[in-house]
């Protein structure tokens, strides 16, 4: 039972590193008052790029350190390129954000397919890739390294968003736009800021979430809707970094128990297998249904930022 403990904590970690890391990075681009629904997408988009450089740089003698430190950055770098389409459209062209949200991750799980395939031997759209470089050993105890960084960026978020004069401005764009700009905050710049902000931490969850669960990735597969989980964590967690942690704990349990689920109740003395009518499927979609049931009793007393979503406008009232 023990060991079986130590297999849920250990995924529970990792979901929960991820899922937070990625909805941080939609509470600044909300927070600016820019609705973020690509986040799928983009995770898609920056993991893809990470894996490629992970996997070139494991061909070659370069330090592990190095790979580490290059993989990541590359992820967040090419995460905060794809968010640019949704920072240019919906920012300068005004467009409605939603949708441009909704394009984002269709274009980017289609384009990565497209390349995966291009680029393989056997035209897969399945990379492989050695994981081992993101463990390091404290003493006797292996950990993953996205973990140490997730927590990091929990308390930098934290300070940075009430704490600094730019989280609050960064706030006053999403809160009144035009209140901020008579202040002589220049909102377009902040909110570009802010969606280029979301995506580098959505590249970064998206490492954070395929390294350390398998060996390889399959790209048709994406992030199975882990993008979209994300953002119910950043409604449940009312667009505070605190409060996100506490909502991504909360799912990342039933993410992680999808996973390991018959070994944990097989300890217990109960099987549960597909012949009593219960299949993975089964347990993989729980995460997602708690999601709709806690955002239908959650969402009427959540208050998201006043101007998110709506086009500012120079000179408007």
């Not at 389409?85 to 920012?91: C, F, G, H, R, W």
């Not at 909102?187 to 580098?200: D, E, H, N």
């Not at 499927?281 to 998201?304: C, D, G, H, N, Q």
Request: glycine letters at 10%.
């Amino acid at each position: 039972m023990g060991a079986q403990v130590v297999i849920l904590l250990s995924y529970v970690l990792i979901f929960f590193i991820a899922l937070t890391i990625v909805a941080i990075g939609g509470m600044f681009s909300e927070r600016s008052g820019v609705i973020n629904l690509g986040l799928e997408g983009t995770m898609v988009f920056g993991g893809f790029f990470g894996l490629l450089t992970l996997n070139g740089l494991s061909a070659t003698a370069c330090p592990p350190f190095f790979i580490v430190l290059i993989t990541i950055l590359v992820g967040m770098v090419t995460g905060g390129i794809f968010s640019l389409l949704l920072a240019t459209v919906a920012i300068k062209f005004k467009a409605d954000q939603t949708l441009v949200g909704t394009a984002m991750n269709l274009l980017a799980t289609a384009f990565v397919v497209v390349l995966a395939k291009r680029i393989s031997p056997a035209s897969s759209s399945s990379i492989a890739f050695i994981k081992d470089y993101f463990i390091v050993n404290l003493g006797t105890l292996p950990v993953n390294i996205f973990l140490p960084l997730g927590i990091i960026i929990i308390v930098v978020s934290w300070f940075v968003l009430y704490r600094t004069r730019f989280g609050l401005r960064l706030r006053a764009c999403g809160e009144n736009p035009q209140s901020a700009a008579s202040a002589g905050v220049n909102v377009i710049k902040f909110r570009y800021i802010g969606v280029i902000l979301s995506g580098v931490l959505a590249g970064l969850g998206a490492l954070a979430y395929i390294i350390p669960t398998s060996g390889y990735w399959n790209a048709s597969d994406g992030v199975s809707g882990f993008g979209f989980l994300a953002l119910a964590v950043l409604i449940f967690g009312a667009w505070r970094p605190l409060r996100i942690t506490s909502a991504a704990l909360f799912f990342s349990f039933f993410m992680a128990l999808s996973i390991c689920y018959y070994g944990f109740f097989h300890a217990m003395g109960i099987d549960l297998n597909p012949d009593v009518g219960v299949t993975s499927e089964l347990f993989r979609m729980i995460p997602y249904v708690l999601s709709l049931v806690v955002l239908a009793f959650t969402s009427k007393k959540s208050r998201a930022p006043k101007a998110e979503g709506k086009p500012y406008e120079r000179g408007e009232r």
